[in-house]
């Protein structure tokens, strides 16, 4: 008996033994708060893995919590619906986000510097890409916005020098102040004809052989359709902002570019407009 007695304490021993060391294995690789009222996070520092779940906007900035740098991935969960002001700005590492349709607003700057985000797709509940939203994401070479986006905001693709197309849809009716500026890989853009407004410098790019203009070149830039009303101001000059290469501006009346003149029905198919 008393045998018994000793191997069933040396048994529950051993079962304590494990359980404390896999809950202090669990403890030292697993970060948990808060980052809003009702959202909470999990991180997996071995993995990197974060899930963000809950209800309402995540309003904590993930660098303040010094952690940024341990993010690889981020899973928000349904049930989240806002991405606040700078929440993920400055996570160098993170490469893949999942956004769910709960989330119907993402706060300026919520990804920028996130220098090692290769792609990300927009949900179709979102309807504006705001302020600096994935400046210096140099890494970024795709978006997928939805046609639920009416607008993209000043600086939204800024030092974004690896995004190499673009396709904008045609809920859009704004594109804000250097929204692609130094998008230097960018090949290809369409703009719809839903678009009236381009702001100023909003597909500039780096100085290029001379110290006085910015060229910006694009192989494929299609604005607008035959059918449409089209565009009715491009801020700046739009021939120190682009070096236009197979451009068509389908528009019968002209574009008011902010100069004396005006750009007409077409502004060339197979000719280089040339800064001046």
Do not use: W
Not at 195 to 214: E, M, Y
């Amino acid at each position: 008996m008393k045998r018994v007695l000793s191997l069933l304490l040396a048994l529950s021993i051993l079962c304590s033994l494990s359980v404390s060391t896999g809950f202090s294995a669990y403890a030292a690789t697993t970060k948990t708060g808060s980052c809003g009222e009702s959202a909470t996070y999990v991180l997996d520092t071995a993995t990197g893995a974060m899930t963000i779940s809950g209800s309402g906007t995540i309003t904590s900035k993930f660098s303040d919590k010094d952690i940024h740098m341990d993010i690889n991935s981020v899973t928000i969960q349904s049930g989240i619906t806002g991405i606040g002001d700078g929440a993920f700005r400055f996570c160098g590492f993170l490469t893949s986000i999942t956004i769910p349709d709960s989330v119907t607003s993402i706060g300026n700057q919520a990804f920028s510097e996130c220098e090692s985000l290769t792609s990300i797709t927009i949900p179709s509940s979102v309807t504006s890409i705001r302020t600096s939203v994935f400046n210096n994401c140099t890494e970024l070479t795709s978006v997928t916005i939805p046609s639920s986006v009416t607008s993209i905001g000043d600086n939204a693709f800024d030092f974004c020098t690896s995004l190499t197309k673009i396709t904008i849809p045609n809920s859009v009716t704004s594109i804000g102040d250097n929204a692609f500026n130094q998008c230097l890989a960018l090949r290809s853009i369409t703009i719809p004809s839903s678009v009236t407004n381009i702001g100023v410098g909003a597909f500039g790019s780096a100085h290029v052989g001379r110290s006085d203009r910015q060229v910006f070149d694009i192989e494929a830039l299609d604005v607008g359709n035959e059918d449409a009303a089209g565009i009715e101001r491009i801020d700046g000059d739009v021939e120190k902002s682009l070096n236009l290469i197979g451009v068509q501006v389908h528009r019968h009346d002209a574009v008011d570019t902010g100069r004396d003149e005006q750009v007409g029905h077409q502004l060339g198919t197979d000719r280089h407009a040339q800064p001046k």
